[in-house]
Protein backbone atom coordinates (compact mmCIF):
# COMPACT_ATOMS: atom_id res chain seq x y z
CA UNK A 1 0.00 0.00 0.00
CA UNK A 2 1.50 3.72 -1.11
CA UNK A 3 1.38 5.92 1.73
CA UNK A 4 0.39 9.38 1.27
CA UNK A 5 3.56 11.61 1.20
CA UNK A 6 3.34 15.04 1.32
CA UNK A 7 6.18 17.89 -0.17
CA UNK A 8 6.91 19.97 3.15
CA UNK A 9 9.73 21.36 1.06
CA UNK A 10 9.87 25.31 2.43
CA UNK A 11 8.23 26.63 -0.73
CA UNK A 12 5.13 24.71 0.11
CA UNK A 13 4.79 25.42 3.75
CA UNK A 14 2.22 27.96 3.48
CA UNK A 15 0.27 26.41 0.86
CA UNK A 16 -2.64 23.73 2.30
CA UNK A 17 -2.43 20.37 1.05
CA UNK A 18 -5.77 18.22 0.77
CA UNK A 19 -4.94 14.48 0.94
CA UNK A 20 -8.50 13.58 -0.34
CA UNK A 21 -8.13 15.13 -3.74
CA UNK A 22 -4.35 15.27 -3.48
CA UNK A 23 -4.81 18.84 -4.53
CA UNK A 24 -2.44 21.96 -3.13
CA UNK A 25 -4.48 25.37 -2.37
CA UNK A 26 -3.57 28.59 -0.98
CA UNK A 27 -5.76 28.19 1.89
CA UNK A 28 -9.02 26.10 2.50
CA UNK A 29 -11.56 28.26 2.95
CA UNK A 30 -14.31 29.51 5.95
CA UNK A 31 -16.84 26.79 6.74
CA UNK A 32 -19.45 26.10 10.17
CA UNK A 33 -21.97 28.04 11.40
CA UNK A 34 -19.50 30.18 13.85
CA UNK A 35 -16.85 29.74 10.20
CA UNK A 36 -13.88 27.96 11.11
CA UNK A 37 -11.02 29.52 9.59
CA UNK A 38 -8.46 26.93 7.02
CA UNK A 39 -11.70 24.35 7.47
CA UNK A 40 -12.99 23.35 3.85
CA UNK A 41 -10.73 22.39 0.88
CA UNK A 42 -11.79 24.42 -2.34
CA UNK A 43 -11.25 21.48 -4.50
CA UNK A 44 -13.08 18.71 -2.95
CA UNK A 45 -14.89 20.24 -0.24
CA UNK A 46 -13.72 18.24 2.54
CA UNK A 47 -13.58 19.51 6.10
CA UNK A 48 -10.73 18.85 8.67
CA UNK A 49 -12.68 15.71 10.08
CA UNK A 50 -12.94 14.00 6.48
CA UNK A 51 -9.00 14.58 5.63
CA UNK A 52 -7.68 13.16 8.79
CA UNK A 53 -10.11 10.25 8.21
CA UNK A 54 -8.77 9.70 4.41
CA UNK A 55 -4.86 10.02 5.69
CA UNK A 56 -5.96 7.03 8.44
CA UNK A 57 -7.52 4.90 5.39
CA UNK A 58 -4.96 5.26 3.02
CA UNK A 59 -1.72 5.11 5.43
CA UNK A 60 -3.23 2.65 8.75
CA UNK A 61 -5.79 0.51 6.92
CA UNK A 62 -5.94 -2.53 4.48
CA UNK A 63 -8.35 -0.96 2.30
CA UNK A 64 -6.11 -0.33 -0.28
CA UNK A 65 -4.72 -3.26 -0.38
CA UNK A 66 -6.49 -4.66 -3.27
CA UNK A 67 -8.43 -6.72 -1.68
CA UNK A 68 -11.77 -5.30 -1.02
CA UNK A 69 -14.21 -6.65 1.46
CA UNK A 70 -17.94 -5.47 1.60
CA UNK A 71 -17.74 -1.71 3.78
CA UNK A 72 -21.29 -0.59 5.30
CA UNK A 73 -21.01 3.30 4.52
CA UNK A 74 -23.65 5.36 6.95
CA UNK A 75 -24.49 8.82 5.73
CA UNK A 76 -22.03 9.18 2.88
CA UNK A 77 -20.49 12.00 2.30
CA UNK A 78 -20.38 12.98 -1.50
CA UNK A 79 -16.21 12.96 -1.74
CA UNK A 80 -15.90 10.02 -0.16
CA UNK A 81 -18.69 8.07 -1.73
CA UNK A 82 -17.23 8.35 -5.47
CA UNK A 83 -13.88 7.44 -4.43
CA UNK A 84 -15.24 4.11 -2.66
CA UNK A 85 -17.36 3.10 -4.90
CA UNK A 86 -14.80 3.36 -7.53
CA UNK A 87 -12.46 0.97 -5.53
CA UNK A 88 -14.86 -1.81 -4.12
CA UNK A 89 -17.39 -1.68 -6.84
CA UNK A 90 -20.29 -4.17 -5.89
CA UNK A 91 -18.88 -4.54 -2.09
CA UNK A 92 -19.75 -0.83 -1.31
CA UNK A 93 -23.12 -0.19 0.27
CA UNK A 94 -24.65 3.26 1.38
CA UNK A 95 -27.56 3.67 3.60
CA UNK A 96 -29.33 6.00 5.61
CA UNK A 97 -32.74 6.87 7.50
CA UNK A 98 -33.22 9.59 5.50
CA UNK A 99 -31.18 10.73 2.55
CA UNK A 100 -32.54 9.18 -0.93
CA UNK A 101 -29.22 9.57 -2.48
CA UNK A 102 -27.98 6.11 -0.33
CA UNK A 103 -28.53 3.26 -1.91
CA UNK A 104 -30.83 1.67 1.17
CA UNK A 105 -32.76 3.25 3.83
CA UNK A 106 -31.45 2.25 7.58
CA UNK A 107 -32.55 2.23 10.84
CA UNK A 108 -28.60 1.88 12.70
CA UNK A 109 -30.13 0.54 15.39
CA UNK A 110 -31.98 -2.16 13.89
CA UNK A 111 -30.16 -2.96 11.44
CA UNK A 112 -31.70 -6.10 8.42
CA UNK A 113 -28.84 -7.81 7.73
CA UNK A 114 -27.04 -10.91 9.21
CA UNK A 115 -24.44 -11.00 11.70
CA UNK A 116 -21.12 -10.38 10.36
CA UNK A 117 -22.09 -8.86 7.22
CA UNK A 118 -19.62 -6.60 6.59
CA UNK A 119 -16.10 -6.60 6.41
CA UNK A 120 -15.77 -2.63 7.07
CA UNK A 121 -18.10 -0.22 8.86
CA UNK A 122 -17.61 3.78 8.24
CA UNK A 123 -20.07 5.38 10.55
CA UNK A 124 -19.17 9.76 11.19
CA UNK A 125 -20.73 12.07 13.13
CA UNK A 126 -24.61 9.90 13.00
CA UNK A 127 -24.77 8.69 16.71
CA UNK A 128 -24.91 12.40 17.88
CA UNK A 129 -28.71 12.01 16.33
CA UNK A 130 -29.57 8.73 17.41
CA UNK A 131 -32.04 7.92 20.20
CA UNK A 132 -30.95 4.52 21.41
CA UNK A 133 -27.31 5.06 20.20
CA UNK A 134 -26.06 2.06 22.60
CA UNK A 135 -28.67 -0.49 20.46
CA UNK A 136 -26.91 0.99 17.45
CA UNK A 137 -23.34 0.43 18.40
CA UNK A 138 -24.34 -3.09 19.57
CA UNK A 139 -26.07 -3.18 15.89
CA UNK A 140 -22.65 -2.38 14.71
CA UNK A 141 -20.83 -5.15 16.54
CA UNK A 142 -23.53 -7.61 15.51
CA UNK A 143 -23.26 -7.35 11.95
CA UNK A 144 -19.32 -7.03 11.43
CA UNK A 145 -17.41 -9.58 10.48
CA UNK A 146 -14.52 -10.96 13.37
CA UNK A 147 -11.71 -9.90 11.28
CA UNK A 148 -13.18 -6.95 9.81
CA UNK A 149 -13.02 -3.11 11.52
CA UNK A 150 -15.27 0.13 11.70
CA UNK A 151 -14.58 3.76 12.27
CA UNK A 152 -17.56 4.98 14.27
CA UNK A 153 -16.95 8.63 14.91
CA UNK A 154 -18.44 11.36 16.80
CA UNK A 155 -17.54 14.69 17.88
CA UNK A 156 -16.51 15.55 21.37
CA UNK A 157 -17.01 17.94 23.62
CA UNK A 158 -15.85 17.81 27.23
CA UNK A 159 -15.25 14.86 29.54
CA UNK A 160 -18.32 13.46 30.11
CA UNK A 161 -21.27 12.70 27.91
CA UNK A 162 -24.34 14.66 28.24
CA UNK A 163 -28.21 13.80 27.18
CA UNK A 164 -31.57 14.07 28.74
CA UNK A 165 -34.12 12.59 26.54
CA UNK A 166 -37.03 14.71 27.97
CA UNK A 167 -35.48 17.44 25.62
CA UNK A 168 -37.14 16.67 22.23
CA UNK A 169 -38.31 20.29 20.15
CA UNK A 170 -35.72 21.11 18.43
CA UNK A 171 -35.18 25.06 19.60
CA UNK A 172 -34.53 23.42 22.95
CA UNK A 173 -32.13 20.58 21.17
CA UNK A 174 -30.26 23.54 19.40
CA UNK A 175 -30.14 25.48 23.15
CA UNK A 176 -28.70 21.81 25.04
CA UNK A 177 -27.04 19.90 22.25
CA UNK A 178 -25.79 23.00 19.88
CA UNK A 179 -27.79 21.68 17.04
CA UNK A 180 -31.60 21.12 16.41
CA UNK A 181 -31.59 17.78 15.65
CA UNK A 182 -28.72 16.29 17.85
CA UNK A 183 -29.89 14.36 20.91
CA UNK A 184 -26.64 14.52 23.22
CA UNK A 185 -23.41 15.79 23.41
CA UNK A 186 -20.49 13.40 23.25
CA UNK A 187 -17.49 13.49 26.01
CA UNK A 188 -14.29 11.47 26.54
CA UNK A 189 -16.03 8.78 27.80
CA UNK A 190 -18.12 7.82 24.64
CA UNK A 191 -15.28 5.46 24.25
CA UNK A 192 -16.24 3.61 26.93
CA UNK A 193 -19.38 2.69 25.69
CA UNK A 194 -18.18 1.18 21.89
CA UNK A 195 -16.28 -1.29 24.48
CA UNK A 196 -19.34 -1.33 26.28
CA UNK A 197 -20.96 -2.81 23.13
CA UNK A 198 -18.01 -5.03 22.46
CA UNK A 199 -15.48 -3.29 20.60
CA UNK A 200 -12.34 -3.05 21.31
CA UNK A 201 -11.10 1.25 20.72
CA UNK A 202 -8.22 2.62 19.62
CA UNK A 203 -7.74 5.90 19.63
CA UNK A 204 -5.96 7.93 16.90
CA UNK A 205 -5.47 11.80 16.59
CA UNK A 206 -3.81 14.19 13.66
CA UNK A 207 -0.60 14.08 16.61
CA UNK A 208 -0.09 10.06 15.48
CA UNK A 209 -0.97 10.30 12.08
CA UNK A 210 1.17 13.12 11.12
CA UNK A 211 4.31 15.48 11.53
CA UNK A 212 3.93 18.87 12.47
CA UNK A 213 4.63 20.59 9.80
CA UNK A 214 2.33 17.92 7.37
CA UNK A 215 -0.87 19.09 10.15
CA UNK A 216 -0.06 22.41 9.27
CA UNK A 217 -0.44 21.87 5.35
CA UNK A 218 -3.54 19.89 5.74
CA UNK A 219 -5.16 22.35 8.46
CA UNK A 220 -5.64 19.42 10.99
CA UNK A 221 -6.62 21.65 13.59
CA UNK A 222 -8.60 20.85 16.64
CA UNK A 223 -12.06 20.57 14.57
CA UNK A 224 -10.91 17.26 13.06
CA UNK A 225 -11.39 15.41 16.06
CA UNK A 226 -10.20 11.77 16.82
CA UNK A 227 -10.29 8.50 15.05
CA UNK A 228 -12.38 5.52 16.65
CA UNK A 229 -10.81 2.36 15.17
CA UNK A 230 -12.98 -0.36 16.67
CA UNK A 231 -12.54 -4.31 15.86
CA UNK A 232 -13.90 -7.57 17.72
Known amino acids: MEQIQIDDSDHKLNE ?17 VIPREDAQCIQCGALERHRLLWLFLHNNT ?22 FRELLSDNYLTADLFDPRAMIKM ?21 EHVLDDRK ?14 AILNVPISGEKT ?8 PEERLKAFGQEDHVR ?4 DYIDRLRESGFTV ?11 SDIVRMALTQASGEIYYCTK
Open 162 to 169: FEDPSIVS
Open 202 to 212: KLFKASDLASE
Open 185 to 188: IYGT
Open 16 to 32: RYCPVCTKSSPRFRPFG
Open 62 to 83: DLFNGKPGKMLHVAPEPWFEKK
Open 136 to 149: AMREFYRTLNTDGW
Open 107 to 127: DISNIQYPDNSFDIIYCSHVL
